[in-house]
């Protein structure tokens, strides 16, 4: 299929994006009840499908909603989506490539947890490149919210739902201190979490520390990251980590889906200990993560930065 739209899976077929229609019926649009999962692509090809996939029916089965698609056709069609929509990309940018399923059309006359067929979506969308790339030079201002992370004895951090109200609160309130900055939550406890599709990564006297995985979405990128500094010697301990941490850290840096591996500069406006943007030990985790996509996402990043909108 070519043209200059964009196409996406829904409920059988592969149609342009503005064909795809959702009901204002639909449990997901009324109730937050679906879930979804998120990879990226470098210089076209998708990484870590699988992992991403197997996430995707985890949340699936926490939330007892069969999509009425095995996890291998549900790949298929990630990856046929992806490639007619590769045309539509210029040489240096990537996709977001994502798979949203409702648990359906909520029935009107029917009792409350009635509905019709689950709701599959599979898209494309542009990584905002430009809006993201002066986080990679300046690093990220990040602020701790008052809201808290919603705890894990009222749903687990490691589904991924469409229920977002959680981070967007904390994300609107962090605004207000720059246009530009990101929430990291505390949980319940008053211990750092995680922010919107982000996970935290402090370094300490050469030691990498980050939250630990009951209490934060523990992402693919976050697991690439544990995985590299094995490989590089580097140790990583998880556990629970307190504001007064993050101010005595001599790097940081978030990961995720988008960023991969971004600098922090700030938190709560003091500035982390290292005297540059990025720290040696973020450094050779980015160097180890670019070569690792065979991709370089910080040029790519930085190469927006004077780009029209």
Request: hydrophobic share 35%; with cysteine.
């Amino acid at each position: 299929m070519g043209g200059k739209e964009r196409v996406a899976y829904c409920n059988g077929e592969i149609v342009p994006e503005s064909e795809v229609m959702v009901s204002f019926r639909d449990r997901s649009f009324k109730y937050g009840d679906g879930v979804f999962d998120v990879a990226r692509t470098f210089g076209g090809r998708i990484f870590k499908l699988q992992e991403h996939v197997d996430r995707l029916y985890a949340s699936l089965k926490y939330m007892a909603i069969d999509p009425g698609l095995s996890p291998e056709t549900v790949m298929q069609l990630t990856r046929e989506v992806t490639e007619q929509n590769l045309p539509l990309l210029k040489a240096d940018e990537d996709y977001w490539v994502a798979q949203r399923i409702s648990r359906g059309e909520e029935v009107p006359e029917g009792d409350f947890q009635d509905s019709r067929e689950p709701m599959v979506i599979i898209e494309c969308t542009p990584l905002p490149l430009k809006a993201r790339a002066p986080l990679y030079r300046d690093g990220i201002e990040i602020f701790f919210p008052s809201v808290r992370r919603t705890p894990p004895d009222s749903i687990s951090p490691n589904v991924k739902v469409h229920h977002y109200l959680n981070l967007i609160l904390a994300d609107l309130e962090v605004r207000s201190h720059s246009p530009n900055a990101w929430a990291i939550l505390l949980d319940t406890r008053g211990f750092l979490s995680e922010g919107m599709g982000s996970n935290l990564f402090l370094v300490r006297h050469g030691v990498l520390y980050t939250p630990r995985g009951e209490y934060v979405l523990e992402g693919v990128s976050r697991q690439t990251v544990i995985e590299l500094a094995g490989e590089l010697g580097i140790e990583v301990v998880e556990r629970d980590l307190t504001p007064l941490d993050a101010s005595r850290a001599d790097e940081a840096f978030v990961t995720s889906t988008s960023f991969c591996i971004c600098p922090v500069q700030s938190f709560n406006n003091n500035l982390v200990q290292n005297e540059t943007v990025t720290g040696p030990v973020t450094q050779r985790l980015t160097d180890a993560f670019s070569s690792l996509v065979e991709h370089d996402f910080v040029g790519q990043y930085l190469a927006h930065l004077d780009r029209e909108p």
